[in-house]
C-alpha cells in the first residue's frame, strides 16, 4: 500500500514552516504522494452543515489562510521529482471546466504526469451560491464536468450539450497531459451517490476517515461500490481505492498500526497528515508508516 501526505495548504504552516519545505521532508521521508485540499472561500453567514462531524460543525476557523489548491499543488510538483500530487478534494462543480481543464492538464504535463484529481460535489452551499453555481444541481454539474474534462484532455474536445454544460465545437487545448488519458479521477465522498459515481464515472475511490478506524462501515461501503461498479460492466478496468485519514496529534503514535489495518482492508493508498508543528517526528512518522506497511505488505 502507498502512503500519501497532506500538505496543509489549509493553515499559516504553509507559510510559516513553507508548502514546499514539508512536501521535500515529505518525498525524502518516503511518501509515494502529496495531497492538498479545497476552498476558494468563506462565508461568515454560512450554515451549511459539514458532513464528517457528527454534529455537523465545522472543525476548524473559517478565517485560516486557505492557499488555493492547484497553485499550491504546482508549487508542491514544482520543487519534488518522485512524489504524484493530488487534491483531496477539488470542489468540482464551483470551477468553471475549460479552465480546471486546461489547468490540470498544464500541471500533468509540466510533472511529468504526477497529477491526480481527487474531486468532491461540495458540501458548503453558501461558498458554492457565492461563485455563482447552483447548490442544488451540483450532482448532475459534476457529472457532465467529468465527462467534458476528459473530452478536453485529448487535445480537440467533441461538442458537448448537457443540462449544466456546454461545449462548442472547434475547441483546441494544448498542451495534452503526460498520462495519456489525463489525470486520474477520484471521486471523494461516503454516499452511496459518491460511491455510484466513483464506480461509474471514477478511476478511483477516495474515502475519508476522522479519528478511529471504522471497520464495519468501510467494509460495507467497499462492499456497495463493487457491486456499482459490476452493474457498471467495470470490474475489469484498473481502480484505486484510497483513504484519506484526518487525525490528531495524540494519534501519531498508533499510525502505523492503523495503516496495517486499512492496507487489511485493501485499500491502494492512505493519505495521511503528519503533526506538522516538530518537522523531526512528521519525518519519522512517515517513514515509519511506510516501512510497517512495506514490511507488512511482504509478510
Not at 518522485?82 to 498544464?106: D, W, Y
Not at 467534458?148 to 480537440?156: A, F, K
Request: aromatic fraction near 8%; glycine fraction near 10%; charged fraction near 25%.
Amino acid at each position: 500500500m502507498k502512503i500519501g501526505v497532506k500538505i496543509p495548504n489549509d493553515s499559516a504552516k504553509a507559510h510559516d514552516i513553507g508548502l514546499t519545505n514539508m512536501g521535500r521532508l515529505a518525498e525524502e521521508a518516503g511518501a509515494d504522494s502529496l495531497w492538498v485540499n479545497d476552498h476558494l472561500l468563506m462565508v461568515e453567514s454560512g450554515r451549511s452543515p459539514y458532513p464528517f462531524t457528527p454534529d455537523g460543525a465545522f472543525p476548524w476557523p473559517m478565517d485560516l489562510p486557505r492557499y488555493e489548491c492547484l497553485t499550491a499543488a504546482s508549487f508542491l510538483a514544482a520543487t519534488t521529482s518522485r512524489c504524484r500530487v493530488g487534491t483531496s478534494v477539488l470542489i468540482l462543480p464551483q470551477r468553471n471546466v475549460l479552465e480546471l481543464a486546461k489547468t490540470t492538464a498544464t500541471l500533468d504535463a509540466l510533472s511529468g504526469g504526477r497529477f491526480v484529481l481527487g474531486i468532491g460535489v461540495g458540501w458548503f452551499a453558501e461558498e458554492m451560491e457565492a461563485l455563482g453555481y447552483q447548490f442544488d444541481t451540483r450532482g448532475r454539474r459534476t457529472d457532465e464536468m467529468i465527462e467534458v474534462l476528459r473530452h478536453c484532455w485529448t487535445g480537440r474536445p467533441q461538442p458537448f450539450q448537457g443540462k449544466e454544460i456546454a461545449v462548442p465545437e472547434g475547441l483546441i487545448f494544448e498542451p495534452r497531459p503526460s498520462q495519456p488519458n489525463g489525470p486520474p479521477i477520484l471521486v471523494g465522498g461516503m454516499s452511496r451517490a459518491a460511491l455510484r459515481r466513483a464506480a461509474q464515472r471514477g478511476d478511483g475511490w477516495l474515502a475519508f476517515q476522522r479519528g478511529e478506524l471504522d471497520a464495519g462501515q468501510l467494509e460495507d461501503l467497499l462492499e456497495t461500490l463493487e457491486d456499482f461498479r459490476e452493474k457498471a460492466g467495470r470490474l475489469d478496468e484498473s481502480f484505486s481505492h484510497v483513504m484519506q485519514l484526518s487525525s490528531s496529534p495524540g494519534m501519531a503514535p498508533g499510525l502505523p498500526e492503523f495503516a496495517v489495518r486499512v492496507q487489511e482492508l485493501g485499500f491502494d493508498e492512505l493519505i495521511i497528515n503528519p503533526p506538522w508543528e516538530d518537522l523531526v517526528q512528521a519525518e519519522e512518522l512517515i517513514d515509519q508508516v511506510k516501512t510497517t506497511v512495506s514490511t507488512s505488505g511482504a509478510s
